[in-house]
């Protein structure tokens, strides 16, 4: 199908037409969500705001990309979910961001999985706001990441508690394995038998964040298993 047949199927809006508003030029805005009815309340709840458009709305990748390409947004409206699991929409952010210099996303999702959301803050996103806000605090986020502010509205703790592990110096175990000084922190109270429960508790730290970096052990010493992580650790000579 040739991009403009894909174009036909969604809505392009041609803004050749549209009154320049004194001294702030209309933001271009393009809507990816697999379902109708959250693209057309999206688009109703920006149809009176002077200062931005809809360009465009989507329901899968490939139409986002064919989109985006015609008349390139200015930010993008981006559920992660698209009925294909999660990959899908961050596999989309990330070709987005890498396609468009300077493009804004705000992903606007039912997803509560905060490992996706670690994972679309690394890419580069600008916001994270759960389906289900108020359609105030929507409008307000958008403005918000245009303002070229970021805005997380949930879960931001454990996602910048991550990051600023990640920032922190790598710490070399004996057995060579590069570990954050949080990874080897974790590790220690893993090998006295604690939970990810106990452990959060210890480190004051969230769950989410504590089953974060015990993947990420998992990762780095190349096992599959919880219970592998200490038993490899010590033969390693990290623990």
Do not use: W
């Not at 393009?30 to 009176?48: K, N, P, T, W, Y």
């Not at 990309?65 to 929409?89: F, N």
């Amino acid at each position: 199908m040739t991009a403009d047949a894909l174009l036909d199927r969604h809505t392009v809006l041609d803004t050749a037409g549209a009154v320049p508003t004194t001294g702030r030029r209309t933001a271009r805005l393009l809507v990816v969500d697999d379902e109708a009815i959250v693209r057309f309340g999206l688009r109703q709840l920006f149809a009176a705001d002077p200062h931005l458009a809809v360009v465009g709305e989507a329901a899968t990748p490939r139409d986002a990309l064919v989109i985006a390409d015609r008349c390139p947004p200015d930010l993008v409206i981006l559920d992660v979910d698209l009925g294909r699991g999660d990959a899908a929409g961050v596999e989309l952010a990330r070709m987005l961001l890498e396609r468009h210099r300077g493009v804004r996303i705000l992903v606007l999702t039912g997803c509560r999985d905060r490992d996706v959301m670690l994972r679309t803050v690394r890419l580069g996103v600008h916001g994270y706001v759960r389906k289900g806000a108020d359609t105030a605090d929507i409008a307000r986020a958008v403005h918000t990441l245009l303002r070229g502010e970021s805005v997380f509205d949930t879960g931001g703790a454990v996602v910048m508690d991550a990051l600023r592990d990640e920032d922190r110096p790598p710490v070399r175990g004996l057995g060579g394995a590069m570990l954050t000084e949080r990874e080897n922190q974790v590790l220690r109270l893993l090998a006295v038998g604690m939970s990810n429960r106990e452990i959060g508790r210890r480190l004051v730290i969230s769950e989410a964040t504590v089953k974060f970096h015990v993947r990420n052990l998992r990762d780095k010493l190349d096992v599959r298993r919880r219970t592998e992580i200490v038993y490899t650790a010590t033969r390693q000579g990290i623990v």
